[in-house]
T-cell receptor
Framework: GAVVSQHPSRVICKSGTSVKIECRSL??????MFWYRQFPKKSLMLMAT?????????EQGVEKDKFLINHASLTLSTLTVTSAHPEDSSFYIC????????????FGPGTRLLVL | GENVEQHPSTLSVQEGDSAVIKCTYS??????FPWYKQELGKGPQLIID?????GEKKDQRIAVTLNKTAKHFSLHITETQPEDSAVYFC?????????????FGKGTKLSVKP
């Protein structure tokens, strides 16, 4: 199946700093990428949908100035958590949908963020 | 909007037995139903999906059935193995175009005891 990578896999940062997470589709082009957040033992919560070359669409309650999303190419999307606080600690997972037809959506391995 | 209910929340079976996880959805326009397996600390992995123009799909030990009239779909795992232990999520969305996103169930934690 298609492969989606994320980097870094885990990151620890101090409160007030910004953290960038990269999501790449390795063997396919993805017009649309998604960012999810997952709390322990909970389901996936969609944060935003990004389309290559355009602004991301954020879900209700997600601060767009807090979670900056850039989808600069068909294989790369980035999520930047700005001025991170301990409550931003979570498991962030990206997902990509293949551009050329179909609805299959593949997920990355996730990034564990811990804000001290 | 779409709402997906998933049952049970936890399921424990003996190795070799079958496991069944059920989901219901509310939006009759939904027509794409994937299942994901998530192991601890990892991202969800697509294991099987079904579109509303078919009633059943099989892939080795895994099968998914869909009842459009009743708006429910199920995951069947036969001859379970300890490595099947994980959290399984069902999801639903409208196929085609940009309408809708995947709506996930709350997950089922499957434990397969050797």
């Amino acid at each position: 199946g298609a492969v989606v990578s994320q980097h870094p896999s885990r990151v620890i940062c101090k409160s007030g700093t910004s953290v960038k997470i990269e999501c790449r589709s390795l063997d396919f082009q993805a017009t649309t990428m998604f960012w999810y957040r997952q709390f322990p033992k909970k389901s996936l919560m969609l944060m935003a949908t990004s389309n290559e070359g355009s602004k991301a669409t954020y879900e209700q309650g997600v601060e767009k100035d807090k979670f900056l999303i850039n989808h600069a190419s068909l294989t790369l999307s980035t999520l930047t958590v700005t001025s991170a606080h301990p409550e931003d600690s979570s498991f962030y997972i990206c997902s990509a949908r293949i551009s050329t037809g179909g609805e299959t959506q593949y997920f990355g391995p996730g990034t564990r963020l811990l804000v001290l | 909007g779409e709402n997906v209910e998933q049952h049970p929340s936890t399921l424990s079976v003996q190795e070799g037995d079958s496991a069944v996880i059920k989901c219901t959805y509310s939006d009759s326009a939904s027509n794409y139903f994937p299942w994901y397996k998530q192991e601890l600390g990892k991202g969800p992995q697509l294991i099987i999906d079904i579109r509303s123009n078919v009633g059943e799909k099989k892939d080795q030990r895994i099968a998914v059935t869909l009842n459009k009239t009743a708006k429910h779909f199920s995951l069947h795992i036969t001859e379970t193995q300890p490595e099947d232990s994980a959290v399984y999520f069902c999801a639903a969305r409208r196929y085609g175009g940009s309408q809708g996103n995947l709506i996930f169930g709350k997950g089922t934690k499957l434990s397969v005891k050797p």
